[in-house]
């Protein structure tokens, strides 16, 4: 079966990096559209950064010019470069992606389970 695994999360100070990275795996046929979404106690899970099968590319303005999707089809592994993090940008990253799987003709979606950013004062 497929599932989204992701790495790179831990604690980090204000005005720092990171780079978490998302990687798919099973019975994979296509991969259309991936994204970043986070999510903090009380308040609805939001997009960070999508990126198409094209390789457009959408961000809110909150992380504009601060964060960086990009995704490499020959590993099926996505990224997210997160520079000058914020004081107030803890929460927990999540991967998602539309995934066709081999002998079927739709898409389905599919969410990591969650990599948790800290960022100290």
């Known amino acids: 079966q497929v599932q989204l695994v992701e790495s790179g999360g831990g604690l980090v100070q204000a005005g720092g990096s990171l780079r978490l990275s998302c990687a798919a795996s099973?019975?994979?046929?296509?991969?259309?559209?991936m994204g970043w979404y986070r999510q903090t106690p009380g308040k609805q899970r939001e997009l960070v950064a999508g990126?198409?099968?094209?390789?457009?590319?959408t961000y809110p303005d909150s992380v504009k010019g601060r964060f960086t999707i990009s995704r490499d089809k020959a590993k099926n592994t996505m990224y997210l470069q997160m520079n000058s993090l914020k004081a107030g940008g803890s929460a927990v990253y999540y991967c998602?992606?539309?995934?066709?799987?081999?002998?079927?003709?739709?898409?389905?979606?599919?969410w990591g389970q969650g990599t948790q950013i800290t960022v100290s004062s």
């Open positions: 998602y992606a539309g995934i066709q799987r081999l002998g079927v003709r739709t898409q389905s979606n599919y």
């Open positions: 099973g019975s994979i046929l296509s991969i259309y559209s």
């Open positions: 990126i198409t099968s094209d390789g457009i590319t």
